[in-house]
């Protein structure tokens, strides 16, 4: 469960960064690093090897903790439609071979960037923004961002966006190969949150 509840704290990260992005104008680049770079390690050794250890993961931790405590005030209005529409888009990526190739191609494509770019320049952005556009927005499902629209009309917004929006998606594949199911969210309600909690005061590395 530790596997599962890590990938559903990367999941919830992202969603905090795109909408950070998309009403402020602002992403915490430190959080955003892990996800951005999880998008370029195909195979990793294990999830916690992929996210560099769960302390990288702590705001999608306490994030996702706060959804799953019934009646608490941080409830985030959006969050459960994020969270639902990427795992949506995970379902249908897998059952989509062709989107899988395009977007791996695309991936190796911009990996060459990162031999003369920092991979949170907006160039390398621009690049994972566009691999997302030529693959994940194919797919029957599109999220639809809320934001202000001043901030969303700003293309390095969008760009960073897109390319949050491929590593939710990236770990949203994770957590099924995991073992997560959507009844988990019913049945295990409580386990999660346990889960996430002893992530939080004893991180794993």
């Known amino acids: 469960m530790e596997n599962v509840v890590l990938a559903l704290a990367a999941i919830s990260q992202a969603i905090e960064q795109v909408q950070k992005i998309a009403w402020k104008g602002k992403m915490d680049d430190a959080d955003a690093m892990p996800l951005i770079k999880s ?6 050794e294990s999830i916690v090897d992929l996210y560099s ?23 985030n209005a959006e969050y459960g439609k994020y969270l639902a529409n990427i795992l949506t888009l995970q379902k249908q990526f897998t059952k989509q071979p062709q989107v899988q190739e395009v ?15 920092d991979i949170m320049s907006p160039s390398v952005l621009s690049s994972i923004a566009d691999c997302y556009s030529q693959s994940i927005s194919n797919l029957p499902l599109r999220i ?31 957590w099924r190969q995991l073992g997560g199911k959507k009844r988990q969210f019913l049945f295990k309600r409580q386990q999660l949150c346990d889960v996430a909690n002893q992530l939080l005061k004893q991180p794993v590395y």
């Open 39 to 44: 998008i370029f390690n195909l195979e990793p």
């Open 53 to 75: 250890g769960s302390a990288s993961l702590t705001s999608g931790l306490r994030l996702f903790r706060a959804q799953l405590q019934s009646g608490n005030q941080e409830r």
């Open 103 to 117: 977007l791996t191609s695309r991936i190796e494509h911009t990996r060459r960037l990162l031999d003369y770019d």
């Open 144 to 174: 639809q961002v809320q934001g202000s629209p001043e901030v969303l009309q700003n293309k390095h917004n969008q760009d960073k966006i897109r390319a949050l929006l491929l590593a939710a998606v990236r770990a949203a594949v994770l």
